[in-house]
């Protein structure tokens, strides 16, 4: 008796137990997270260049310093765009793909953050105005704005230029808003190698016909 009684509970256990699973609420899949890829180095081809350069991460403020991906439904009104996010910080991921496109290029050997070169011959510092999915008005776009400056690290800058990007996106759903941002980007960071490459042999010449001279 005492046996039948304790297999009637433990397969009471049982039921319960299952019946417990089943009622519970399935967990949400994960978000996707996307990266900023290096550029097409196709077009960034040419000889070897003599100088040294460190990229510095780039600045931004808290509406771009964020792994979320920011959306400009006004002027002046951000929010973000819900079910993806970035992989890392936005400047970070940034910084990452602009020393992997001069890499790709191979036409400067000592490239890297300051990690990898702490010294170098010149230095790319970039400031992030926009790096959104910009929604009001019309058909959504993926916007980049840098603002770029080639220094010598202490100081003095010998060049600066701004950079823009306007890709138009069939929705703002989290894959059209990403191819939209993947072209975007290559246009700016190969736009931005390819000045740094003529700045950078500019000076590189300046300052050989000044010693020179």
């Not at 350069?53 to 792994?67: C, G, I, K, M, Q």
Request: charged letters at 25%.
């Amino acid at each position: 008796m005492t046996n039948m009684v304790l297999k009637s509970f433990a397969a009471a256990l049982a039921f319960l137990a299952a019946g417990c699973v089943s009622v519970l609420p399935e967990a949400a899949p994960p978000k996707p997270r996307f990266h900023i890829a290096p550029a097409e180095v196709d077009a960034l081809s040419g000889p070897r260049l003599s100088f040294s350069l460190v990229v510095d991460e780039p600045r931004a403020t808290r509406v771009y310093d964020s792994v979320r991906i920011a959306v400009a439904s006004a002027p002046g009104r951000i929010e973000y765009l819900g079910g993806a996010e970035w992989a890392d910080r936005a400047p970070r991921l940034f910084q990452t793909a602009i020393v992997q496109t001069f890499e790709d290029a191979g036409r400067i050997i000592g490239v890297g953050d300051r990690t990898a070169i702490p010294v170098a011959d010149l230095v790319l510092q970039t400031d992030i105005r926009r790096m959104e999915v910009s929604v009001g008005g019309g058909q959504p776009a993926a916007d980049v704005s840098v603002y770029a400056r080639l220094s010598d690290g202490k100081g003095t800058v010998y060049a600066a230029r701004k950079f823009d990007a306007r890709v138009a996106a069939s929705s703002t759903e989290p894959d059209d808003a990403y191819r939209a941002f993947d072209a975007a980007f290559d246009e700016v960071i190969a736009a931005l190698v390819g000045w740094v490459y003529d700045e950078g042999e500019a000076l590189k010449g300046e300052t050989a016909s000044s010693v020179n001279g």
